[in-house]
């Protein structure tokens, strides 16, 4: 049974047993059975046992539902009034919502009866009877055992929400009829909490996509994203493909939209004089605005956004492999194949010089005031002392013995350092541990951090070798903890980024909402953006109040881009789900209505990476009282669907004032005299005067007067034209009426 949300049509999930409790006849209890319809499903409150109700009235209980154990844990599994022309599946599986088949499952689908994490139901009779599946009971019903884990074939409950479900089984996989599912939560998951359940992707995941591709700066080699200024420094080559200009130099760009602001194409030469040159390699920023970087084959320069040349030396010896920041703010560290240096950039001038045995970069943690050396040909890492310029110790590169050399990177939070050796990452401590090894699909070629989310992310290239079958042409942009290396960000695909044409290398804003990736190849540079899928951070809870009482459910989520809000209601135990017409804010405000007893709402927040809801919660509508004495209907009855409702007492009591819960009371400061009370309620009306209490709006659709006298009885009566359900709760309020004065009497409280 459907309806518009917020109206009641029938009797509300539950609503018959709060009903029945207060008949206070056989009778009544008789003609209410008859007259409400049966609500479409009855869901207990999370817990343990906990049942539901499918689609065409099937009943199902597990036994178990929260703090399962994550390794292995037992559950029976009920259920009653399964169609006996349809087998089922029993299994623990990923929740995808409503009318969407629940998959993967744990244990796939068991066809072969031997699995004790799936359970096969069939009709009696069916072929598969016997050794492969189990009959159905009379009614449909089954009682059978799995076994379920958090984690396996596929599942993961802690990434995804999981339920104990029922589906149709492999000769009908598109029955949607026959899904039932029952949420569960394995120990130390608490339903409801964990920032929603994800309907695509897990609530809160990372993704990053392409915002725009800059071309204005040549064939581009390396980048710097300047601390200060905010500017973007590109060193570049020269395109092949664009012989009327020669796109050399250090280019300066506009982040936001790629715009060129600068050109520094000209640098002195070994004779001092400028000449068009390449920018290599940027060492780091210089205080305010611009880069130190080296320019083939051994200069330092060093330059800012308007300047019309770079300023720098020409250094003697071999070709410079490596740059970095040196130990004060007048030097850079330069590597010369084996030899380290430190120089003086004003001059040139090598103030410290150390051999290795081997390698040709670097990269430098002046923080812990080391430099880690990697010599790729031999396989071994080496940390050199800044303090003492020695080397202090020598590490193996597992499976770095003549690997492609990729690129040598430290983490400065951790001091962790990163090298990128074929297609794996190998990560080593401040210590020189290896501690672990991250394996891409592509060639390992730069890596960046960024210290304020902890994050390391590294650009993989494709090998470009049309003949490999391990290359499809395509790169790949991954993410990942520094503290736990797990992956932080969906992966990336960066189609056409691969090495025949140079190294792939990238800058990351603080904070990373935005990363640089360059594509030497097709000349650009890739401007990604943070995308994350909604997360709730802060959910609606279980709800009571009375009836007329206005209500309001809460709930918020954090996204890029905002996610946007919708509000559903389900009037069947959390198997159906409807949009509350016109509800979109962060807040539901609402009047409740008895018929709304046991309704189920969730807050739906969408953007463009996903769709993450709360957890459905519970309302739970009592009927509106006032004092502590006299009748149990009165005052103001509020109308949820054309009908009247019972309202407060408005019989004796103490001080006069007004209150308010779906209806008004006032009256005197005694139990008697003064002009009494008008309530109404569907249109019903009683009004009274005199020395007796006044209870009105006990009928819908009637309307009278009746004088009371001592402690009052029912005010409304007359023409009545209703529907056997109202007449039903009519009746039940009367029954009780009558039932309670008479004993308040007996006992002398009037």
Known sequence: MTSTPGTAPGTPPGGQSRLRRRAGTAAVAALLLAGIPVGAAVSADAGTPKTATGPQGQKLTVSATTGLDAAQQKVRVQGEGYGLT?????????????????????????????????????PPGDPYEGDLAQAFGPGGTFDVEIEIAQKGDGLDCAEVACSV??????????????????????????????????????????????????????????????????????????????????????????????????????????????????????????????????????????????????????????????????????????????????????????????TLPGGTQFAADPERGALWYTDFTAGKLHRVDLASFTVSGSFDLPGGSG?????????????????????????????????????????????????????????????GDPSDPANDNNGTLTVYGTEDFAVAAQDLSLPGNHSQAGAASLAVEAGGATVFVTSPAEGKITKLVRQVSPLVTRAPADLTAKEGEEVTLGAEAEGTPEPTARWQVSTDGAQTWKDVEGATESALTFTARTAQDGYRYRAEFRNDVGTTRTAAVKLTVTPATGGDTGGDVGGNGDASNGGGSQGSDGSTGGDGGTQSSGGSTTGDSDSTGGSGSTGTSGGSTGTSDGSGATVGGGVAGGTGTAATSGGGSLAATGATVMSVTLAAAGLVGAGVLVHRRARRRTEGAL
């Open 86 to 122: 349809t087998g089922i599946y029993v299994a623990l599986c990923k929740d995808n919502g409503d009318n969407r088949v629940p998959s993967p499952c744990l244990g796939g689908a068991d066809m072969s009866g031997g699995s004790k994490t799936s359970q096969w139901i069939v």
């Open 165 to 354: 479900v029922t589906r149709a089984d492999h000769r009908a996989a598109g029955d949607r009829t026959q899904d039932v599912r029952i949420p569960v939560a394995f120990a130390g998951q608490d339903p409801g909490d964990g920032g929603g359940e994800g309907v695509d992707v897990p609530a809160g995941t990372v993704s990053y996509k392409s915002a725009a591709d800059f071309t204005t700066a040549g064939k581009p080699l390396d980048l710097l994203l300047h601390p200060d200024s905010k500017k973007l420094y590109v060193g570049a080559d020269n395109l092949p493909d664009t012989a009327d200009v020669d796109e050399r130099g250090l280019h300066v760009l506009n982040p936001e939209n790629g715009t060129s602001e600068s050109w520094i194409s000209q640098a002195p030469g070994s004779t001092g004089a400028l000449r068009a040159s390449a920018a290599a390699r940027i060492a780091g920023p210089l205080p305010g605005d611009g880069v130190v970087y080296n320019y083939p084959l051994r200069g330092v320069g060093s330059a800012k956004s308007g300047d019309e040349a770079a300023t720098g030396v020409w250094l003697a010896g071999s070709t410079i492999t490596d740059i970095a920041p040196g130990t004060t703010p007048d030097t850079v560290l330069v590597a010369q194949g084996a030899t380290l240096s430190e120089i003086e950039r004003a001059t040139g001038t090598a103030t410290r010089t150390l």
């Open 403 to 463: 690997g492609m050399a990729g690129f040598t990177e430290t983490d400065p939070a951790t001091g962790a350092v990163w090298v990128g050796v074929g297609r794996s990452v190998l990560v080593f401590d401040a210590a020189g541990t290896l501690v672990t090894t991250l394996v891409g699909k592509d060639l390992a070629r730069d890596a960046a951090f960024d210290t304020a989310s902890g994050r390391a992310y590294v650009v993989w290239q494709d090998g």
